[in-house]
C-alpha cells in the first residue's frame, strides 16, 4: 500500500513539475508570438508606407512626363509660328 502511495505521488510530483515547466513553455511561446505579430503589424505598416510612396512617385512620373508634352508641343508650335514669320517677313 505504501508503495502505491509513493508511486502516485511520485507520478503526481512528475505531472505537476512537467505541468509548470509545460505553462512556463506556452508563457514564453505567447510571448514570442506576440512579439512576432508586433514586427509583422510594424511590416505591415512599412509596406503600406512604401505602397503610398510608390503610387505618389507614379504620379508624379506622370505629371511630369506630361509636362513634358505639354512643352515639346508648345516648343514645336512656337517653332512652326517663327519659321512661318521668318518666310513671311523673307517672301516680302
Known amino acids: 500500500m505504501r508503495t502505491r502511495w509513493n508511486a502516485w505521488l511520485g507520478v503526481s510530483a512528475l505531472v505537476f513539475a512537467t505541468g509548470c515547466a509545460t505553462s512556463g513553455s506556452v508563457e514564453?511561446?505567447?510571448?514570442?508570438?506576440?512579439?512576432?505579430?508586433?514586427?509583422?503589424?510594424?511590416?505591415?505598416?512599412?509596406?503600406?508606407?512604401?505602397?503610398?510612396?510608390?503610387?505618389?512617385?507614379?504620379?508624379?512620373?506622370?505629371?511630369?512626363?506630361?509636362d513634358a508634352r505639354d512643352a515639346a508641343q508648345r516648343a514645336d508650335d512656337a517653332s512652326r509660328r517663327a519659321d512661318a514669320m521668318f518666310k513671311k517677313s523673307v517672301s516680302k
Open 28 to 66: 514564453k511561446l505567447e510571448g514570442r508570438v506576440q512579439n512576432l505579430e508586433g514586427r509583422v503589424g510594424g511590416l505591415e505598416k512599412r509596406f503600406a508606407d512604401v505602397e503610398s510612396r510608390a503610387a505618389a512617385a507614379e504620379s508624379a512620373a506622370q505629371r511630369a512626363a506630361t
